[in-house]
């Protein structure tokens, strides 16, 4: 999940990090004129790197520098060390050149040239994927959450970050890739070729599931998901010969996005209370957001759907529809990415994406490295089979001759197909029709 900040002081270019980290590690009479420079920046700590630790960075630098086999330019080793100095830290902090900057944008407002993948960098290079997306060539060609992929066009992963890793796999509509695909199961690695397309992720689709209820799918968090979601549920509410008596919320494979869009989509079925908060270092990255009164739903009961493809927004969402007692939480625990990345752009076009904070439900619970476990379990791509063999019963009382014609009565309409042919949303539609015979809970 991604924040945006404002454009940072020209002071931390990546050819100037020598610069400042000699002024930290200088005292503090000897910072006087950079003073007002840096309160421009979203308060930074005031501990100094230590003038020791400042010289072993120096000292292999100008090691490299002067003995590697080859020449380096000082430009391209000074960004491999920005590199691996976020990439330390933890999966999601990364430095972006201009141009991998600009794609993230593009991700986020959903459109851009690419696969429809989100992917998790692991400490080999390998890339774990944490969801395939909607209507994508890595949704069509049948990627799936967890596959491991090992190779780019028979070629090893060079990439050492997951925003490179991206960028490698993206390139002109119409051209063709082949990946390596390591999947659980499968005793041989896969070759999956797909061809690229622009991708134009639609962040939400809804369709009805017979009188009275609806399903809406999110298949990402971008800046216009919530206006989305209302615009279909107007939709199906206006189909509907009354107001809808409950709702699917499908938020599996959902890789997350911005959390601001997490945070509206929220908003549009809690009258009050808090949705989310964030806790950091800086104050800036300390905060707390809390519905506005409106309930697009009027209470109706909530369903929602996760596994483990469901991360960061969504599982924002998911936390705050339950633990706000306003959904149940059906499917298998989801992937667990309970951190907040700031995206801070540098004068040059580059930027760092930097982990600021982790987010908590709105029960005060971390879900980071451990997900949403949900309310009921359902295995993840679950299916309702009959054993070899079984015929279901045909003979009933209306097959009888002689039988007592049926008085006159409403007979409710069968479910969509969907929910015909998922296992889980027929699940979930259960819930929902059985909690109407009760009343709203």
């Known amino acids: 999940m991604i924040s945006l900040t404002p454009r940072l002081p020209r002071r931390i270019f990546p050819a100037a990090l020598l610069g400042s980290l000699l002024a930290l590690a200088l005292p503090a009479a000897a910072q006087d004129a950079e003073v007002e420079e840096a309160e421009e920046m979203p308060a930074v700590a005031t501990e100094r790197v230590s003038l020791e630790e400042v010289r072993r960075f120096v000292s292999v630098f100008r090691a490299v520098q002067q003995a590697y086999v080859d020449s380096v330019d000082d430009q391209k080793l ?27 944008n593009e991700s986020a407002t959903g459109a851009y040239g690419g696969l429809g993948l989100e992917i998790l960098q692991r400490p080999d290079r390998s ?52 990946l390596t695909v390591m999947r659980e199961g499968e005793t041989a690695p896969l070759k999956i070729s797909l061809t690229r397309e622009i991708i134009r992720v639609a962040s939400a689709r809804g369709e009805s599931l017979g009188r009275d209820y609806a399903y809406v799918r999110i298949a990402a968090f971008q800046t216009d998901t919530a206006a989305e979601v209302r615009r279909r549920l107007r939709d199906l509410a206006e189909g509907n010969e009354g107001p809808l008596k409950g709702l699917v919320l499908d938020l599996r494979r959902n890789p997350g996005g911005l959390l601001n869009a997490g945070i509206e989509v ?25 519905a506005k009164s409106g309930d697009l739903l009027g209470g109706a009961p909530i369903v929602v759907l996760i596994d483990g493809g469901s991360a960061s927004a ?72 009959y054993r070899e063999g079984y015929v279901p019963p045909s003979l009933r009382e209306a097959d009888l001759p002689g039988h007592l014609g049926a008085e006159a009565v409403e007979v409710e309409e069968d479910a969509e197909t969907l929910a015909r042919e998922d296992y889980a949303v027929n699940e979930a539609l ?9 009343g709203r809970p």
């Open 78 to 104: 000074m960004s491999a060390a920005i590199r691996g100095l976020l990439t330390d830290l933890d999966p999601h902090s990364a430095y972006l050149d201009s141009e991998a900057t600009r794609s993230l």
């Open 430 to 438: 259960n819930l929902l029709r059985g909690l109407a015979v009760f």
């Open 266 to 290: 929220a908003d549009l079925f809690l009258e009050e209370g808090v949705i989310v908060s964030t806790r950091g270092r800086l104050p800036h990255a300390r905060a707390e957001y809390t």
């Open 127 to 178: 890339l774990q994927v944490i969801a395939p997306m909607d209507d994508t060539p890595a949704a069509r060609a049948g990627i799936r959450t967890g596959d491991i992929i090992t190779e780019l066009d028979g070629a090893p992963i060079s990439a050492d970050s997951v925003d490179q890793a991206v960028e490698s796999m993206r390139g002109e509509p119409g051209t063709s890739i082949v």
């Open 314 to 385: 969504a599982e924002v969402l998911a936390g705050a529809l339950r633990d706000n007692r306003r959904a149940v939480i059906m499917g298998s625990t989801s992937f667990g990415k309970g951190s907040v990345q700031t995206l801070l752009p540098l004068d040059n076009g580059d930027s760092i994406k930097l982990t600021t904070a982790r987010y908590y439900t709105p029960s005060g619970t971390s879900i980071q490295a451990a997900g949403i476990v949900p309310d009921i379990v359902i295995p993840e791509n679950a299916e309702l089979r």
